[in-house]
């Protein structure tokens, strides 16, 4: 098994980060995608076997009504109401290819759909994500599928149906499905606490070796492993270590 280990996001500085790690999921795509020039520079300054993730916009997963929306900092085109929740829009889909346009500029490897906790999985919206999945394109780029608070059954029968890599934090959950590529894609943002993240928490170091072991005993032929709390940098160096 091969095993990235990065952060949600360049921790510690561009430059810095890209002589320590691997890889990176880029966080600024799900806020507002960086104008052609700015991804052009990224993948110029990161090293040739330097692999780059994305997450996808937030027009395609987040309605306009989010707290997110307030990073964006400019008119969106078209209706406001037609943005998030996998809705089989022109507004959706535009935000796909703009996300599709980013990951190609940067020869992403994966692209992280990350859909707001209040997207359970009801009739409604398994039927606009249902739509949404059979008419995108996907060029080249695995799509890891993170919904919050669906039952098991509707989780593993949704990623295999599309075949989407079932993105998951292994201190909470075990991934349900991994792609026909087999690749596991884990996101760690804290420690989970009455019900909410604690994105402050430190990872010891029986945490990471437990962490170790988790993804050791999978059947899978990649692990990428993300790290999203506030000490990510300094926990996927001590992590990396471990290998």
């Given at each position: 098994m091969k095993v990235w280990i990065g952060c949600c996001g360049f921790a510690g500085g561009m430059k810095k980060y890209f002589k320590i790690f691997k890889t990176v999921e880029v966080q600024q795509t799900f806020y507002k995608i960086p104008q052609r020039k700015t991804l052009e520079k990224w993948k110029k300054l990161a090293p040739k076997d330097f692999i780059f993730n994305i997450k996808a916009f937030q027009g395609i997963t987040h309605p306009y009504t989010s707290p997110t929306w307030?990073?964006?900092g400019e008119e969106l085109t078209g209706k406001k109401e037609n943005y998030g929740n996998l809705q089989p829009?022109?507004?959706v889909f535009d935000s796909w290819k703009k996300t599709l346009d980013a990951a190609s500029i940067l020869k992403a490897k994966i692209i992280l759909i990350q859909l707001p906790a209040r997207f359970k999985d009801t009739?409604?919206?398994l039927n606009n994500a249902q739509k949404f999945f059979k008419k995108i394109?996907?060029?080249?780029f695995k799509i890891a599928?993170?919904?919050r608070g669906w039952k098991d059954e509707s989780i593993k029968e949704f990623c295999k149906k599309f075949n989407l890599i079932h993105c998951v934090d292994l201190f909470v959950r075990?991934?349900?499905w991994f792609g026909r590529s087999k690749i596991g894609y884990f996101r760690l943002h804290g420690k989970y606490e009455k019900g909410r993240i604690n994105y402050k928490h430190d990872y010891s170091?029986?945490?990471l070796k437990e962490l170790k072991?988790?993804?050791e005993s999978l059947r899978i032929k990649e692990a990428f492993i993300m790290f999203n709390n506030i000490y990510m940098f300094k926990n996927a160096l001590e992590f990396s270590k471990l290998f």
């Open positions: 307030r990073r964006f829009t022109k507004e009739k409604e919206n394109k996907r060029l080249n599928f993170e919904p075990e991934s349900l170091k029986k945490e072991q988790k993804i």
